[in-house]
């Protein structure tokens, strides 16, 4: 969802700060299914926008699902 600006003359005031350093820590769940698993490798991109749509900073990273023995895959998902 795109974040609506409130109406009116007034605005509200920025939530990053410029000339600031942050810290951003993205935590995705991936669903475990096969097609998943086959697929192997992804690569994600976290891109980050002002207000205005301006690219201020990207970052892109590979990542995969940890590999799991069928016969632990089974019992972990039976103590569910």
């Known amino acids: 969802e795109e974040c609506q600006k409130e109406e009116g003359n007034h605005s509200s005031p920025p939530i990053l700060l410029p000339d600031q350093?942050?810290?951003f820590e993205l935590a995705l769940t991936l669903p475990?299914?096969?097609i998943n698993?086959?697929?192997g490798v992804f690569m994600l991109t976290v891109d980050l926008r002002s207000s205005?749509?301006?690219l201020l900073a990207s970052s892109k990273q590979s990542?995969?699902?940890p590999f799991e023995s069928n016969m632990i895959a089974v019992f972990r998902k039976m103590s569910l």
Do not use: T, V
């Open 32 to 34: 475990e299914s096969e």
């Open 21 to 23: 350093r942050y810290f």
């Open 52 to 54: 205005d749509k301006q």
């Open 37 to 39: 698993k086959q697929l």
């Open 63 to 65: 990542s995969m699902l």
